[in-house]
């Protein structure tokens, strides 16, 4: 059996530089790390279905890339928060547009403040 190829965010680490290529990467890691660890996402369950994303965007001809792995990520967090009745779709697109309102009308290197 051959070992698998390093992954990105593996040889990001190795070379010194951090292991997220983008910072909404570790969000999202974290905010399923905290679901798990608080019992409202089952770990099991979560791998099963991030693998069942990574295959069929690999099937689909996807390429092999940290951008293909966090998307799948983001996509089936997004639908098990939806099926757990957490924060159905709906939900997800007015915070999104709730954040990109705020972020856009927010003066140049002030923080941003969501309302609400």
Known sequence: MSR????PA???ERAGQPAFAEQWHAQVTAVVEVLVAD???????WSRA?????DRRSA???PDTDETYYAAFLGVLERML???RMAGTEDV???????RQA??????????ALKG
């Not at 698998?4 to 992954?7: A, C, L, Y």
């Not at 991030?50 to 990574?54: C, D, P, Q, S, V």
């Open 93 to 99: 697109t007015r915070r999104e547009s709730d954040w």
């Open 103 to 112: 972020y856009l009308s927010t003066p140049h290197g002030q923080p941003v």
């Open 82 to 84: 939806d099926e757990a």
């Open 10 to 12: 593996a040889r990001r």
């Open 39 to 45: 019992g409202k996402l089952d770990a099991a369950e």
């Open 50 to 54: 991030l693998g069942a994303e990574l």
């Open 60 to 62: 689909e001809g996807a």
């Open 4 to 7: 698998p190829d390093m992954s």
